[in-house]
Structures are given as structure tokens and as C-alpha cells.
């Protein structure tokens, strides 16, 4: 069983910033990576930003720079930080846990930038 749970989308102005957290609830698998993707409405679902167990990242080029992923001791919430905010960042956001039987994802939650 896989649950992920995220939070803290919402309204931010162009520059300002939010902060994404994903409760990762998982029975029968050990977590090592995690990630966070997006989609706008007519598009593909893109990745943002990965951490794996090791503690190594990777981010969109999009991003670089402004957003930060992070995982609490424990491994089981992993965080975005989103730093100055973009328009083009508008998009549902998705937490991601590829195992190896497949991907689970959360509901989603929709960050909305206004310019």
C-alpha cells in the first residue's frame, strides 16, 4: 500500500514563494527515491525535481536555482521549495514514488502565480 498525501499549493505573486510537502505513507517497500512533477492544463507532465537515498538531486532547468527538494529524517515527507515564483510555474503539482512495480502518485495541488 502506497498513500501520498500533498499540501501547501495555493495563490503566489510573481517573486514570492511556497512551500510543497508530500506525506508518504507505504507499506511492502522501503523508500528511496522520490520526486515531484507538474502539468498545466493541455500540456505533459513534467518532472521538476528528484531525490534519491543517497541524498543526491537533480532539477528541470526550468527551476534551477529557485526550488529546492528535501526529505526529513525519517524519509517519509519530502518538501519543495519554490523561490521566486514564476507565471510559467502555474501547474498542478504531483508527488511521485517510482517503485518497482510501477508509479504512485498523490492527488495533486494546484499553485497559481499571478504576474
Known amino acids: 500500500q502506497v498513500r501520498l498525501v500533498e499540501s501547501g499549493g495555493g495563490l503566489a505573486q510573481a517573486g514570492g514563494s511556497l512551500r510543497l510537502s508530500c506525506a508518504a505513507s507505504?507499506?511492502?517497500?522501503?523508500?528511496?527515491?522520490m520526486g515531484w512533477y507538474r502539468q498545466a492544463p493541455g500540456k505533459q507532465r513534467d518532472l521538476v525535481a528528484m531525490i534519491h537515498s543517497g541524498g543526491s538531486t537533480n532539477y528541470a532547468d526550468s527551476v534551477k536555482g529557485r526550488f529546492t527538494i528535501s526529505r526529513d529524517n525519517a524519509k517519509s515527507t519530502v518538501h519543495l521549495q519554490m523561490n521566486s515564483l514564476k507565471p510559467e510555474d502555474t501547474a498542478v503539482y504531483y508527488c511521485n514514488f517510482p517503485s518497482r512495480f510501477g508509479d504512485y502518485w498523490g492527488q495533486g495541488t494546484q499553485v497559481t502565480v499571478s504576474s
Open positions: 507505504v507499506s511492502g517497500f522501503s523508500i528511496n527515491a
